[in-house]
């Protein structure tokens, strides 16, 4: 009786956050029963009457499936169930794109709004788990930091690791990436996401094919992905900024920039080029304009430096053609600066190391790009990178310094959320349990906060402590540093673009 009970009442909600119609219901309940191999219905009088969301009435299907042989209990299969649940009640690319544009029409605001509840109804944004994530801010001289201990992957059991490393050994290429076009309605398979209810929003920069898409993680508001119909490695270029920039120009409410095009510096996924965006203020976007200055030749392009633990250039015109070539220029130059005194070499052994972190915005009539210099050159002292975090910050963040961090917003492991716990009980002298690789930094808020120290600021305080470690992360990542040397040296630069 139950798989009937569950099919009648996703329907029921599926239609009333408008994923269908009703002259779609016979369709849809079709298409769930043939999922399940049945193959008649029986209508149930009694729905249940609690109020279940779409996600727990899915989360209930598939643990029948499972109860029920129809699929075995593994995390993977488990998604692709789900998915291809949720696929029954999604209308096809053209359709969604047709109605993305016609919305469209009316405002950008209300297509990307439209198709942003979309990816959430559909599951594909699983917001059930998205909403596990421990969200805090922390202020610092450089406004608010956000901070996100990201609790959303769910634990996989053993055997979905054992089965993933056997897959993964079976070289597939198809999809090539987790980017690539060719996930739109893929079933997915052990080690490759579900992505059968998966769409995406055909766009056109500067005369290419480009898709928008939410990120399934979310790590802000409105997270979309911009990527390129082709698997091409990740560019920075002056075509970068002409489809940032185009990008900004068709969806003003959004910002979009792109991850560094080398590794250490760059983003997990350097082999598809892509850019990430959204609706949503970062602290590096409300920084203070540090000092502003002249760029010959650019008359109508506004130049200044942000007061930022990174180093930024921020540049402004009403001119989209403008600012291209002056973010050209500049990335040109950087790619080939070097200036020895500031521990800045263009090259070494014919590898090169600069590049550009771009962001893109729309402020009124003015069009608006963040250029924030990176290096990733390494050191015998600093083997991960001498503009990375360095080891005094790894036990809180060791990955790279991508464009969401790089804008102020840290990203952090779910190991976090027991370790702070263990943390806060050793000041508070109630238990010790710490990690060893917390010990220091353990000992020495013990001693800071000894007195201060009680239930209820304590949770306040490590969090602030933890704010400070991702500070000195960017700071460590910045090229230049903001003490006098580094901001000479910073000027020196900005005087070679004269
Ligand atoms: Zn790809």
Redesign the pocket.
Known sequence: MMIFQLIQQLIHQAISVQLIERDDQIYVRNQLMSLWQLNEFREVDQIDKRELSIQDILDLMVQYACEKGIIEDIFDLKEMLSSKIMNCFVARPSTVNRIFYEKYQQSPDLATRYFYELSQNSNYIQMKRIRKNMDFQVTTEYGELDITINLSKPEKDPKSIELERAATTKKSDY???L??AENEGYDGRIGHPARANHRMIRLNLVEENWLLQYSPYVYYNEHCIVLSEK?TDMKISKRTFMRLLTFVKKFPHYFLGSNADIPIVGGSIL??DHYQGGHFEFAMERAEVDWTFEMKGFTDVQCSVVKWPMSVIRIQSEQISSLVEAATHVLETWKKYSDEAVGIFAKTNQTPHNTITPIARKKGERFELDLVLRNNRTSEEHPLGIFHPHSDVHHIKKENIGLIEVMGLAVLPARLKQELAQVESFILGEENNVGEYHNDWANMLKEKYQRKANSTNIEELVRMEVGKKFLKGLEDAGVYKRSEEGMAGFKRFIATLS
Do not use: A, R
């Open positions: 999809p090539m990436c980017l690539c698997h082999s598809h």
